[in-house]
């Protein structure tokens, strides 16, 4: 159809009830049609407007080409979307992105409605989680340097690469986010933060591919609450080391969070070799449940999957100040808790509240390892902290 429209179609009506004397954009178009010019007008007027103002997609399935909506804008704006808006199913891409909200402060998004990334296609002639030298796919939802915000009430289907990445944000609360994609979907992170502060995650599901969440380099004061994943990769703090330039992490909180199926439960990634030296301290998660989950808690310093570096050289990466505490459930495979810190930075103040793992294979009994660490142990352990020999962990 891909019928595009004009100003026309928006309409401006003022609402008793949203806010004084707040403009609304609605996007008048019907059911299967293309929005995207008319969203873009409508995001264009709402940001030039002096007045608080909300541009709403109603109901219904829309196509959206790739957008970018960037501020900075005069006042708060809030995108309601009601509908689903579909990005393009072509499996060859090259793109980065999809959707961009860009450089806006005091910016809302919610409606319940849902964006269906459509990577169905895409999934199955990608190799970008294998080889550098690769097409790459474009990430749905991208929230680029923006400050103040409240995210809620809103589904991501079937990103073709990461469903959610937040980059420079300051303040944002997202919350009552579902997120969904096979199992078998690469690279489909949930949501992958970095260079943020002030970043709080609640109340939300997350089903995919790839990780959970994951905590990108310069994130800080990040809070992670009533939060179920899986199945997926768990909720990963790195990989961090990887490139040169990165900045410090710290103060994440990942409480009471649920992991269910997921392969990696709560981990701290970093490479071995690696290009720059910086501090990921102040990490806690607490009150967490496992089922079935392998690898259930991970310090992996030696993290280099496909051979991409040199392993014999220590992570320089410090680790200070971790702990973990009241973590319960069913592992999936015998390494319930697995911190294997730099030979080069031994990991400084890890503190091991109650654990309490359980591993019915065959091969069991569930482990506990330890390596260039020597945790506080608080409460009781089980498996007992420390007592497995260390045992090399499987190639990646
Ligand atoms: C954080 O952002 C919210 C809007 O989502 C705002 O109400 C609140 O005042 C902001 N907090 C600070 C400390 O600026
Ligand atoms: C987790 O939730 C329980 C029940 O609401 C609450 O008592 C507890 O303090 C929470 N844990 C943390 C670390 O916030
Ligand atoms: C645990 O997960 C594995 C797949 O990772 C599955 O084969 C197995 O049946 C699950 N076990 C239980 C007890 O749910
Ligand atoms: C670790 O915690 C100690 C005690 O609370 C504090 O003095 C120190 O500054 C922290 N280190 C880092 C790198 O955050």
Same mark, same amino acid.
């Given at each position: 159809?891909?019928?595009?429209f004009g100003?026309?179609t ?7 009830g ?15 049609s293309d929005i995207t010019?008319?969203l873009?007008?409508?995001f264009t007027?709402?940001?030039?407007s ?8 109603p109901?219904?399935?829309?196509k959206?080409?790739?957008i ?10 809030e995108?309601?979307?009601?509908g ?23 910016f809302?998004l ?8 459509e990577?169905?296609a895409a999934?199955?002639?990608n ?6 030298n690769?097409k ?8 680029d ?18 469903h959610?990445?937040?980059?420079g944000?300051?303040?944002?609360t997202?919350?009552n986010i579902?997120?969904t994609?096979p199992?078998?979907s ?7 933060? +970095?260079? $943020? ?5 609640l109340?939300?599901?997350? &089903?995919? *591919?790839?990780? @959970?969440?994951? %905590? ?5 004061n990040l ?9 997926g990769?768990g909720i ?8 040169g ?13 649920t992991?269910?199926?997921?392969d990696?439960?709560l981990?701290?990634?970093?490479w ?8 990921a ?9 496992v089922k079935?989950?392998?690898?259930p808690?991970?310090i992996d310093?030696?993290y280099?999957p496909?051979?991409q ?5 220590a992570?320089?990466i ?5 702990s973990?505490?009241?973590?319960? +459930?069913? $592992?999936?495979?015998?390494d ?5 810190? &730099?030979k *080069?930075y031994p @990991?400084?103040? %890890?503190?091991i509240g109650?654990i ?7 091969d ?18 089980s498996?007992?902290a ?6 090399k962990?499987?190639?990646?």
């Amino acid at each position: 159809m891909g019928a595009y429209f004009g100003v026309s179609t928006i309409f401006i009506l003022c609402l008793l009830g949203f806010s004084a004397n707040a403009e609304v954009f609605s996007i008048g178009s019907s059911s299967g049609s293309d929005i995207t010019q008319a969203l873009l007008k409508a995001f264009t007027s709402a940001c030039q407007s002096p007045s608080p103002s909300k541009v709403v997609i109603p109901k219904g399935e829309f196509k959206l080409g790739e957008i970018e909506m960037r501020g900075p804008c005069k006042a708060p704006v809030e995108i309601t979307l009601q509908g689903t808006v579909k990005a393009d199913g072509n499996a060859i891409q090259g793109k980065e992105k999809w959707v961009v909200f860009g450089n806006i402060n005091g910016f809302k998004l919610n409606g319940g409605g849902a964006f269906d990334g459509e990577g169905n296609a895409a999934w199955r002639v990608n190799n970008c989680h294998k080889t550098f030298n690769c097409k790459k796919l474009p990430i749905s939802i991208r929230f680029d340097f923006v400050e103040n915000a409240e995210i809620k009430d809103i589904s991501s289907i079937d990103a073709k690469n990461f469903h959610i990445n937040v980059l420079g944000a300051k303040n944002m609360t997202m919350s009552n986010i579902k997120i969904t994609a096979p199992e078998d979907s690469p690279n489909t992170d949930g949501i992958h933060l +970095g260079r $943020s502060d002030g970043v709080k995650i609640l109340d939300s599901f997350i &089903s995919t *591919g790839d990780d @959970c969440i994951s %905590v990108g380099d310069g994130t800080s004061n990040l809070h992670v609450e009533k939060v179920t994943c899986g199945p997926g990769h768990g909720i990963s703090v790195g990989s961090l080391g990887r490139y040169g330039k990165e900045q410090d992490v710290s103060g994440i909180r990942v409480v009471n969070c649920t992991l269910q199926e997921t392969d990696n439960g709560l981990r701290i990634k970093t490479w071995p070799s690696a290009a720059c030296s910086t501090t990921a301290s102040d990490i806690h998660f607490e009150d967490i449940i496992v089922k079935n989950v392998t690898n259930p808690i991970l310090i992996d310093q030696e993290y280099c999957p496909w051979n991409q570096c040199n392993k014999k050289k220590a992570s320089t990466i410090k680790l200070v100040n971790i702990s973990f505490k009241n973590v319960r +459930g069913t $592992s999936g495979n015998k390494d319930a808790v697995k911190l294997l810190c &730099s030979k *080069g930075y031994p @990991c400084q103040n %890890v503190e091991i509240g109650d654990i309490d793992i359980k591993y019915s294979g065959e091969d069991g009994p569930a482990t506990f390892q330890c390596s260039n660490v020597s945790p506080k142990l608080l409460g009781a352990q089980s498996p007992e902290a420390c007592s497995s020999p260390l045992t090399k962990l499987p190639g990646q």
